[in-house]
């Protein structure tokens, strides 16, 4: 059960967008629309942003969106805001029942 | 509105076991389709996913974890528990509780997480 792949870090100015990958294979990223997104600020707890791909759970500012292509999946926030900064993690669905986080993205608003 | 509260020892020896409970109110534990979850978070590192419970009683658990992980829950107490045997260095850890409803793929609702170092 491997993590799946997520670059260490991503930055951008206030206003812009920015897009996190989360890369996996056929077996889980690609096999099933059961990926989810979380944002962790530090001290906190992680926060649903995202789940099954692209849909965003009550409350969520739709600057936030997701989608797949193939074995990797995408969390893109647009018109960044001081506030975005944060780590960000993707989950997903593996088979029997179980899941597997990726390594987890720090985002730095320049 | 659910909430969820972890509860246990802050200090855990070497080889022994680790043993948190996760209190869940506003709601019940027995709500058809939940998954109750732990994950648990390494200080400075990222998320790891340790296993869940169905409210019909089923377990899943980590491939990595699984020979050392036990999830129960108790729906008179409206909780769920974990433990955690032969624990070493390597296990300590930030562990949260939190909610998957059945059918999606999103932990919607999480506890706070409790710091659990392994030491003697």
């Known amino acids: 059960q491997s993590a799946l792949t997520q670059p260490a870090s991503v930055s951008g100015s206030p206003g812009q967008s920015i897009t996190i990958s989360c890369t996996g294979t056929?077996?889980?990223?690609?096999?099933?629309?059961?990926v989810s997104w979380y944002q962790q600020h530090p001290g906190k707890a992680p926060k649903l942003m995202i789940y099954d791909v692209s849909n965003r759970p009550s409350g969520i500012s739709n600057r936030f969106s997701g989608s797949k292509s193939g074995n990797t999946a995408s969390l893109t926030i647009s018109g960044l805001q001081a506030e975005d900064e944060a780590d960000y993690y993707c989950n997903s669905y593996i088979g029997s029942s179980t899941w597997v986080f990726g390594g987890g993205t720090k985002l730095t608003v320049l | 509105q659910l909430q969820l509260q972890e509860s246990g020892p802050g200090l855990v020896e070497p080889s022994e076991t680790l043993s948190l409970t996760c209190i869940v109110s506003g709601g019940s534990i027995s709500s058809s389709g939940d998954y109750w979850g732990w994950i648990r978070q390494p200080p400075g590192k990222g998320l790891e996913w340790i296993g869940n419970?169905?409210?019909?009683?089923?377990?899943y658990y980590n491939p990595s974890l699984k020979s050392r992980v036990t999830i129960s829950i108790d729906t008179s107490k409206n909780q769920c528990s974990l433990k955690l045997s032969s624990v070493t260095a390597a296990d300590t850890a930030i562990y949260y509780c939190a909610r998957r409803r059945g059918g999606t793929s999103g932990l919607d609702s999480w506890g706070q997480g409790t710091l659990v170092t392994v030491s003697s």
């Open positions: 056929s077996s889980d990223v690609g096999g099933y629309n059961y």
């Open positions: 419970i169905h409210d019909s009683g089923s377990t």
